[in-house]
């Protein structure tokens, strides 16, 4: 069954103009989740985390995420993007069961492309 | 500086031979992990391990081996009895279970078959 689901293969954005990712999971425990950036032919970079606590979090350049438990999401926003945010994002969760021992789980990517 | 180090960043494999892609990580984490990357499909997990001397299948192991001799080091071996190797390989690693602080990837391993 699929634990992470990206609503969007690719999102088209014009440089300067927000961008939402969808990202919903399938658990009703506790989890973590976190959002990772991979820019091409490189390894996954973590952008951002929600452990506990307040439910927007937020990254170093720009990009926040908002965990909500009743809908079961972690979409990620920007409210202005740069030429330089182009690339593939993907969403993961670590789910909190005895028998799943916390390994990440990812959903399918997200690609981001940012034009003039 | 810590970090996870994937070798070779290029690697092209005839039909019918074994080929090894190289993982070390100076970090000092227990666990380390093995993710194939195909488009469109996210990352698909083929071999874990928690501790030194112990691995376990992901996902889609058939075809695959690894070894846990160092707790630095997790070499994949791609076998020729994996009929699609074609992809971008990703090691990762984390500090254990459950890791609030998320896994740490090395820069990935792009397999060609020719």
């Known amino acids: 069954a699929q634990s992470v689901t990206q609503l969007d293969s690719q999102v088209p954005v014009f440089e300067e103009a927000p961008v939402e990712l969808r990202c919903n999971y399938s658990s009703s425990v506790s989890v973590y989740l976190f959002w990772y950036v991979q820019y091409p032919n490189q390894g996954l970079q973590l952008l951002l985390k929600y452990l506990s606590g307040s439910t927007l979090v937020k990254s170093i350049n720009g990009f926040e995420a908002e965990f909500n438990k009743s809908q079961t999401s972690f979409h990620l926003r920007k409210p202005s993007v740069h030429i330089s945010d182009t690339a593939e994002y993907f969403c993961?969760?670590?789910?909190?069961?005895?028998?799943?021992?916390?390994?990440?789980?990812f959903g399918a990517g997200t690609q981001v492309v940012v034009t003039p | 500086d810590g970090g996870i180090t994937q070798s070779p960043k290029y690697l092209f494999r005839k039909e019918g031979q074994n080929v090894t892609l190289s993982c070390e990580q100076n970090l000092n984490h227990d666990a380390m992990y093995w993710y194939r990357q195909d488009p469109g499909q996210g990352l698909r997990l083929i071999y874990y391990s928690q501790i030194v001397n112990d691995f376990q299948k992901g996902d889609i192991a058939e075809g695959y081996s690894v070894s846990r001799e160092k707790k630095e080091s997790f070499p994949l071996t791609v076998t020729s009895a994996q009929k699609n190797p074609t992809a971008f390989y990703l090691c990762?690693?984390?500090?254990?279970?459950?890791?609030?602080?998320?896994?740490?990837f090395g820069s990935g391993t792009r397999l060609t078959v020719v």
């Open positions: 990762a690693s984390s500090t254990g279970f459950p890791d609030s602080a998320g896994y740490t």
């Open positions: 993961a969760v670590i789910i909190m069961t005895t028998d799943s021992w916390g390994k990440l789980q």
